[in-house]
Structures are given as C-alpha cells and as structure tokens.
C-alpha cells in the first residue's frame, strides 16, 4: 500500500471521467472547499455509498509535554469519518449484501 499525492488521484479522476484536466482540476477543488466549508459551519457532510464526515470537538484539558512538565492543551475541532456500509462491501467482497452487485457505474 502507498500514499496515493493529490496530483496522481486528480490524474485518475481525468482518465476516468475523460474530460479536460481544467474542467477535472476545477470540480475536483470546488467540491473539497464545498465540504471543507460545510464542516466549518458544523454540519455533516454525507456522500452515500462512501461515508459521512462530521466535525467533532476535543476539550481542553491539562496534558504534559515531553520534558514531563504539565501543559494546558486548547479545544481543537477534529473531523471523524464515519464508513458506509457499500463501501466495506465494496472493500470486502466476500461480505457484500448488496443484491444487484453494483456500487458505482463502472
């Protein structure tokens, strides 16, 4: 397994959907600012057959650094991916469900 770089998923997503790596580029970036701006306003963002993404909150709390000294560590927002269960499926076919053994027009 190896780290797929956002350039070679964007060249993937051209050759697949053959149009024009503008047209690609452009959609591609309109539509992950599109969620990353939803999760900002707190909501959840739901792709079906993929997965919902939510924005969950970590308190602040007392922590210790490296040097064993006691730090005060700020709220942070972090997002949590929840998996649909077609994509499991998909990920693991010997347990799919799905009747008509489709999950995406390939």
Known sequence: ??????SKLLKRVRKRACYKQEIIDDVVNAFLKEVVQLLNEGNEVEIQRFGKFRV???AAREGVNIHGESIRKREKRIIRF???HTLIAFL???VRTNHDGEYWND
């Open 56 to 58: 969950a909150i970590h």
């Open 82 to 84: 929840k998996n649909s």
């Open 1 to 6: 397994m190896s780290k797929i770089p956002y």
């Open 92 to 94: 693991n076919p010997e």
